[in-house]
């Protein structure tokens, strides 16, 4: 992968994060759908999801076991940004 779309892959998930998102061990499924719903104020659910798929795809190969709690949140933010 390239250095932009590292810097990229970096830059969506600070986003994500300075409202909470992590997705440690401890971390709840409960306390990950919450950040999510602070980061949609922000950014609008489309651009959440946007993030959590770029996210979910770049971790695809490399660490398999991240991008499926990123999947999950995909999944979670589909229906709603679709309804926007």
């Known amino acids: 992968m390239g250095r932009q779309l590292q810097k990229q ?4 998930l ?3 994060q300075k409202h909470g998102y992590d997705i440690g061990k401890t971390v709840t499924v409960k306390a990950r759908h919450a950040a ?3 980061a949609a104020v922000e950014f609008g659910w489309a651009g959440v999801y946007a993030k959590l798929l770029l996210l979910s795809n770049y971790t695809k190969t490399r660490q398999p076991e991240l991008a499926d709690v990123y999947q999950e949140d995909v999944l979670y933010t589909k229906p709603v940004s679709t309804e926007m």
Do not use: E, T, Y
């Open 9 to 12: 892959v970096r830059a969506h």
């Open 14 to 16: 600070r986003d994500l």
């Open 36 to 38: 999510l719903r602070k």
